[in-house]
């Protein structure tokens, strides 16, 4: 697939983007350039080749999944104004 200048132009239209005709031409070569590359990836044979969710196998450095703070909701309840069952109650705001 590539792109004419009259496109080229028009897509600059839709977007609202003021191009001159050196400008629009310049772009047309780029923008063919890249559907080019496209039409190469395309053309390679991937049957047989599992998908990857990164292209490098990495792995996270997690931490442990352990406590590390107090357990301090008893103490942030008590000043709640009211609470009931460990949540805090609220005025009904809509109706």
Request: with cysteine; charged share 25%.
């Amino acid at each position: 697939m590539s792109l004419t200048l009259e496109q080229v132009q028009r897509i600059a239209h839709l977007a609202r983007i003021e191009i001159s005709e050196s400008e629009a031409g310049t772009t047309r070569d780029h923008l063919n350039g890249i559907f080019q590359l496209i039409e190469q990836m395309q053309a390679v044979d991937t049957r047989g080749v599992e998908p990857m969710a990164h292209a490098q196998e990495l792995s996270q450095r997690l931490r442990d999944d352990t406590v590390t703070e107090a357990d301090c909701r008893a103490a942030c309840q008590a000043i709640a104004p009211e609470t009931e069952g460990g949540l805090y109650l609220v005025p009904k705001v809509i109706e």
